[in-house]
Structures are given as C-alpha cells and as structure tokens.
C-alpha cells in the first residue's frame, strides 16, 4: 500500500473526482477542477499533481494537465490553479489492484512503472538485471557487481572470465533497458519521480536501485 497515510489521501482524491465526474464532463471527457477544491485532501498543488499523474499510470484517468493561475495574462483565463483532468467514460472512483509500494513493481511475473507496464522481452540480459536489482537490492537499494554476476549466472549465463567483462556486460544490460523497454509507448526513462537515476552507477562496486516508495 502507498505510504504515509497516503492511501487515505489518494481516496479522497477518487472522492473529489467522482462528485466532479458526476456533475458531468465535456464531450472529451475533461472536466476543470480548482485546485482549491483538493484542500479537503490536505494536499498541497504538488502532490495533487504526483497523485493525479499516478492515476493516469494506473489508468484510472486518461490524461491530465495543469494550469497555473499566476501565469493568467488575459481576463478569461483562470487566475487561480487549476487542474485539467480527463476522465474514461466508465469512471468509478476507485483504483485497480497495481496501486501503491515502489516506483517499479512486479505482478505476475511483469515490471510496472508507475502503475504502467514496461514492454520489454523476458529472456534477454537487461530484463535479467532489472529481475536481480528488484529482488536482490539491500536496504539502501545497492546491489554489487557480484551479486549481479551470480545473478546472472543462476539465470543460465556464462560466468564473464574477468571483472572487466562482467562489469561491461552489466552497463550494457542497463543501457539496453533503457533503450529497449517501452513505457506507454515511450523508452523507460532512467529517472525516478525524485529526478535521481534509477539505476545509478557505484563505480567500481555495483548499482544503485533506486526503487522510492510512491
């Protein structure tokens, strides 16, 4: 479940966008929201934001946008935030099973980002890195280059003949990652919702999963 209380908040975030849903939306399905009207949620402009966007990931909503009341210029422009929110034509208010723990989680023998499938083949060496990191990552997220190696080779992998080799194979698995796997359409970026890499390079000793709670 997601932390700090934060299930709570997120469902009375449903509960505000269902009493909007249902006073009706345009014919693409957006509905303007004030921010304002989140306040009940306790929830400052950001985090409306982080839980509105997760939504989409988990395909709760179909899109989302934001417009800021301090950039209005002109008299028919809102001079206060507000949140553009699209909504499915069956929306319920409620979330699907995949909703809450890390950035990327597994179900099923699948990898979600976010809430949103990554596309990638499972029988390949990157898919194989991001398995052991998800499994094998220490408190900290750190997973050392030995731990990645027998992981590999418990995977039915070659032992590399030296440290060299191992090392190149591993930063090509995660370079592939990044190249190969799809988000929505779109590369898995190597970014968390911090801005950190999500798989941050420990010189000469391993990987950094940075895997945060959401």
């Known amino acids: 479940m997601i932390e700090d209380g ?14 909007e849903f249902d006073l009706g939306t345009d014919y693409g399905g957006w ?24 939504l989409v990931g988990n395909k709760v909503l179909v899109d989302v946008d934001f417009i800021y009341g301090e950039d209005a210029q002109y008299d028919d422009e809102y001079d206060y935030d507000v949140c553009k929110v699209r909504f499915p034509n069956d929306f319920v208010g409620s979330v699907p099973e995949l909703q809450g723990g890390k950035l990327i989680m597994r179900k099923k023998g699948d990898f979600y980002y976010n809430g949103a499938l990554i596309e990638m083949s499972k029988n390949t060496h990157f898919f194989y890195l991001l398995e052991i990191l998800f499994t094998k990552a220490d408190q900290n997220g750190f ?23 191992r090392n190149k194979r591993i930063s090509n698995a995660r370079d592939q990652l990044f190249y190969l796997a799809r988000v929505n359409g779109n590369k898995l970026a190597n970014k968390n919702l911090d801005g ?9 000793e391993g990987l950094n999963f940075n895997n945060h709670s959401i």
Request: glycine fraction near 6%; charge should be negative; proline fraction near 1%.
């Open 143 to 165: 997973v050392s280059y030995e731990d990645i190696e027998n992981g590999f080779i418990a995977r039915g992998l070659e032992e590399s003949i030296n440290s060299d080799a």
């Open 6 to 19: 934060s299930d709570n908040k997120i469902a009375c975030v449903l509960k505000v966008l269902k009493s």
């Open 31 to 54: 509905v303007d929201i004030p921010a304002s009207k989140f306040e009940v949620c306790g929830l400052t402009f950001y985090e409306i934001k982080r839980f509105l966007k997760k």
């Open 196 to 204: 950190k890499e999500l798989m941050e390079n420990v010189r000469g």
